[in-house]
């Protein structure tokens, strides 16, 4: 029962590269996040999005962009990938006002930039 | 904005003994502190919250604490398992409620 899928597991892209991950919910969640989780730094927002065409800037935005034209569709996209964005980055979705109730994570893209 | 931190970064202790991850907070308006299991290879969990307006939570071996003059929160796991060998994450609402900020981790190993 899946709820939260992420397209790609594991993901080899070369420096330089444009790089697009994506992240589906079918729980009709208004609110999204992506994280990126490195060791001894726990998870770290990028950025996040309220509804459909609406983001915002988390902790490490720099680098990184989003889009979101569908209220269940989150992407992440690396617009020119640097080997200091290997990591492991999560999509999470939460319903109207997080504050009340936990996320719900994907099970993690495993990018390499080589 | 919100900071959390979280200790000990790693935790090994015996079977059937108790452990215990203690996380602090900065923002005196966090309301929601919710923690998250993270097994190997697998995505985070979460295991159990507590609310501003509670002081203990308890959820068969595992409780929660909170402690709102002092900022601090702290989980409690009993009769350790190996299965509750993991990465445990603490976390806090930011002011505006909107989102959830991360502590750093904890490992926690169980030794049979």
């Known amino acids: 029962d899946v709820k939260v899928t992420q397209s790609s597991r594991y993901l080899v892209k070369r420096t330089g590269e444009k790089v697009f991950l994506e992240c589906v919910q079918d729980?009709?969640?208004?609110?999204m996040f992506w994280y990126r989780q490195d060791p001894g730094l726990g998870l770290r927002l990028i950025y996040f999005s309220y509804d459909v065409k609406m983001k915002e800037k988390g902790d490490i935005p720099e680098g990184y962009s989003v889009s979101r034209e569908k209220k269940e569709r989150f992407s992440l996209i690396l617009e020119s990938a640097s080997t200091n964005q290997t990591s492991m980055y999560l999509c999470?979705?939460?319903?109207?006002?997080?504050?009340?109730?936990?996320?719900?994570f994907g099970s993690g893209t495993r990018l390499t930039v080589v | 904005g919100e900071n959390v931190e979280q200790h000990p970064s790693t935790l090994s202790v015996q079977e059937g003994d108790s452990a215990v991850i203690k996380c602090t907070y900065s923002d005196s308006a966090s309301n929601y502190f919710p923690w998250y299991k993270q097994e190997l290879g697998k995505r985070p969990q979460l295991i159990i919250d507590i609310r501003s307006n509670v002081g203990e939570k308890k959820d068969q071996r595992i409780a929660v604490t909170l402690n709102k003059t002092a900022k601090h929160f702290s989980l409690h796991i009993t009769e350790t398992q190996p299965e509750d060998s993991a990465v445990y994450f603490c976390a806090a609402t930011d002011s505006s409620a909107s989102k959830i900020i991360f502590g750093s981790g904890t490992r926690l190993s169980i030794r049979p």
């Open positions: 729980m009709d969640h208004e609110n």
């Open positions: 999470a979705s939460a319903p109207r006002g997080t504050g009340i109730y936990g996320y719900t």
